[in-house]
Structure formats: structure tokens, C-alpha cells
């Protein structure tokens, strides 16, 4: 196959991570709370779930593009960056990772404003923050091994010493 650019597998990547499909679900759930802004919840949400959205999706990719690629997977953002610029793996990481920076301030931006409904808000940014967590050592979803598998189990069956 052939090898998106960068721009073009990012203008892809933010929807096909499938976030976006919950996040407006989530609204359906918030729909009482959010009652007076439901009818434009995608319009009046789109930069938030945008934002959003690409995070999961980058944090999915820095944490499963190796394993995906040796498995015969097509190329995610690390790679499509490493052949479009002829850039080294660590600095096509790197740049990911500076656009999860930038995304992030992105969404402190949106919610600066006040528009939005807190509940929205902390679903937003809560799906971005869960799949960096899942993310951060590797494939913690697909795999649920070590790191990842040990930190889901304390935060949920181990009490917090008091």
C-alpha cells in the first residue's frame, strides 16, 4: 500500500480512533445537563472533540506503532512522519509527542472561554487522559500486560491508605 503523508494521516487519524463516536454518544447520556446546548453539540464541541480525539489517537500510536508494524499493520503517525521528513524514529516520537503537547493547550484553550458544559468538558479530557495512561508504557489495551495491567488493578481494587 501506499504510505499516507503526515498531514493526510492526521486529517484521518483524529476520526478513525473511533473517540469521536463516544464522545457524542456521551452527550446522548449528558443530554439533560446539556440540555440548552444539545441541538449544536457538534458544532459548539467539534475543536474540543477534535482535540481530544487526535490525543487518543496519538497516544495510541506512540504506544502501539512497533508492535502494529512487525505484525504487518499499516504505517501510524511515527512512520509516516519518519518517511515523509527521512527523520529517525526517536525524532518522528518526538514530534508526536509535541503535538499531544500542543493538543492539550489546544483544549485548555477551548475550555477557557466557559461555553461549555463541565460535564463535556471532563469527558473530553478524560478520554484523552485515559488513553495516554493506557498508552504511556506501550500497548495497554491490546496487551494488558506489566505496567499498564498493574495500574488499572490498584487504581480499582487496591484502597487507598488512609
Excluded at 96 to 106: A, D, G, R, T, Y
Excluded at 126 to 138: L, P, W
Aim: glycine share 6%; charged share 25%.
Amino acid at each position: 500500500g501506499q504510505t499516507p503523508t503526515f498531514d493526510e494521516y492526521i486529517k484521518n487519524a483524529w476520526i478513525s480512533i473511533g473517540s469521536l463516536g463516544g464522545l457524542v454518544l456521551l452527550c446522548f447520556v449528558e443530554a439533560d445537563s446539556i440540555v440548552h446546548q444539545f441541538p449544536n453539540c457538534l458544532k459548539d464541541y467539534s475543536k474540543l472533540f477534535y482535540w481530544s480525539s487526535l490525543i487518543t489517537r496519538l497516544s495510541d500510536d506512540l504506544g502501539t506503532s512497533k508492535a502494529e508494524m512487525e505484525r504487518g499493520d499499516i504505517p501510524k503517525a511515527v512512520q509516516a512522519y519518519m518517511i515523509e521528513k527521512g527523520v529517525s524514529e526517536e525524532t518522528a516520537r518526538n514530534h508526536v509527542k509535541e503535538l499531544i503537547s500542543n493538543s492539550w493547550k489546544k483544549i485548555n484553550e477551548e475550555i477557557l472561554d466557559n461555553r461549555f458544559s463541565r460535564a463535556i468538558v471532563n469527558l473530553s479530557k478524560n478520554m484523552a487522559r485515559t488513553a495516554q495512561c493506557i498508552y504511556q508504557h506501550g500497548d495497554g489495551f491490546g496487551t494488558s500486560t506489566g505496567v499498564t495491567k498493574d495500574c488499572i488493578i490498584s487504581s480499582i481494587l487496591r484502597p487507598i491508605p488512609i
